[in-house]
């Protein structure tokens, strides 16, 4: 019922900067919790960003603070990942997700509580 596609990734030397994007099709929530996971090479995914149906209340992995920036845009239809200073061990499969329910903030860290997930972006920072 509802689809989610990243894109924005690519290849990015470190300190560089990248905007992932991803889109919703469907029927339109109101409602829906959003958030980025990523996944490394011979890692499990993990969680890096999240943000509430308002959009005013967003939350960061501690790897990530400081350097990365959600939002979601209500026209659009999207939420965006604006990542700066970016490391060589940013390099994941990016990965957006959603959860309609209303959960505790604190708990939208947890990948089991999202319902839909998108097919991933390709994410390289070079040395």
């Known amino acids: 019922q509802v689809q989610l596609v990243e894109s924005g990734g690519g290849l990015v030397q470190a300190g560089g900067s990248l905007r992932l994007s991803c889109a919703a099709s469907?029927?339109?929530?109101?409602?829906?919790?959003m958030g980025w996971f990523r996944q490394a090479p011979g890692k499990e995914r993990e969680f890096v960003s999240a943000?509430?149906?308002?959009?005013?209340?967003?939350y960061y992995a501690d790897s990530v603070k400081g350097r990365f920036t959600i939002s979601r845009d209500y026209v659009k239809d999207t939420v965006n990942l604006q990542m700066n200073s970016l490391k060589p061990e940013d390099t994941a499969v990016y990965y957006c997700?959603?959860?309609?329910?209303?959960?505790?903030?604190?708990?939208?860290?947890?990948?089991?509580?999202?319902?839909?997930w998108g097919q991933g972006t390709q994410v390289t920072v070079s040395s």
């Open positions: 997700a959603a959860v309609s329910r209303a959960i505790d903030p604190r708990l939208l860290s947890n990948q089991r509580m999202y319902d839909y």
């Open positions: 469907g029927r339109t929530f109101t409602n829906y919790r």
């Open positions: 943000i509430t149906w308002s959009g005013i209340s967003t």
